[in-house]
């Protein structure tokens, strides 16, 4: 019965929570993964980093023409949803970027949800660490790869990896309007 709901050629499909008995058997429903796992970033050892030239603009002072139409909607449905909202100023282009806030033993935690470009989000860690300190959040979870580990962070397979199936790799760091953001996972 899966095999044949997900059996549409031109449609995506993602499972961004699987299972471990779904992990075993999603490749042979034609499933790729997307990341292998959870980078865990500890805000406050990035944060005294240098920024370089990037800063962190939140969603309430970026410029109503900062990015297309579309994006600036689904950046405002998702501040409604409690999630933290900004734009990365890298120096060069404004990169979107959304976070939504995780459940977590009295830890301010938060996951990435959406980066217009995960390169972004990488490469400028301490400037968004120090956003997110200032929003009480201490600790990141980022969907990711061991490869893109970056320095004081760690890799975990746990939660499992991130799985695909369609005609287009989706962008690795583009869970808008999923599980990730309503159910605070």
Known sequence: MLQTAVACEAT???????????????????????TGGTMIVPLPLLAIRSARDAHVIPLADLP???????????????????????????????????????????????RAIFAGDRRALFDHMPAIARFLLRERILVLAVNADRSDRIRGTVFMRRPTPTFYKGPATPRPCDFAYSEFVFLQI
């Open 12 to 34: 995506l499909f993602t499972d961004l929570t699987p299972t471990p008995a779904v992990c075993e058997v999603i490749g042979r429903l034609g499933f790729r993964e997307l």
């Open 64 to 110: 109503a023409d900062a990015c297309d139409a579309p994006t600036r909607k689904m950046l405002e449905e998702h501040a409604a949803l409690d999630c933290i909202v900004c734009g990365l100023w890298d120096g060069a282009a404004l990169h979107p970027l959304i976070f939504s806030r995780k459940a977590g033993r009295g830890l301010g935690m938060a």
